[in-house]
């Protein structure tokens, strides 16, 4: 599976950006896809995600509210909608995909795109 994610820019406090994550397909293993982004000397933070089947949504406390992640199943495409944007919401957004591990029962990312950068100005 890859993933070509696209969207990030330059946009100023309080505006909105929608980044999208392009799947080149779907292995049996594929639960969902989700977003995480990282700064420099920072660890990568979890922002959202969703499952295909069904559509549920998750989100970290920091983007409630403000970010909606949605999907397309025909086109193996989500999208992050992101409005109100911080400064610190700056960083490089990568999309993963979600998969279940064998024989576990446990989910992991196992895919992960390039990355899309996200400037936020103040």
């Known amino acids: 599976v890859q993933l070509q994610a696209s969207g990030g820019g330059l946009v100023q406090a309080g505006g909105f950006l929608r980044l999208s994550c392009a799947a080149s397909?779907?292995?049996?293993?594929?639960?969902?896809i989700g977003w995480f982004r990282q700064t420099p000397g920072k660890e990568r933070e979890f922002v959202a995600a969703?499952?295909?089947?069904?559509?549920?949504?998750y989100y970290a406390d920091s983007v409630k509210g403000r970010f909606t992640i949605s999907r397309d199943n025909a086109k193996n495409t989500v999208w992050l909608q992101m409005s109100s944007l911080k400064p610190e919401d700056t960083a490089v957004y990568y999309c993963?995909?979600?998969?279940?591990?064998?024989?576990?029962?446990?989910?992991?990312?196992?895919?992960w795109g390039q990355g899309t950068q996200v400037t936020v100005s103040s």
């Open positions: 397909g779907r292995t049996p293993d594929s639960v969902g």
């Open positions: 993963a995909a979600r998969t279940v591990v064998p024989g576990t029962g446990e989910y992991e990312f196992k895919y």
């Open positions: 969703i499952i295909w089947s069904g559509g549920r949504t």
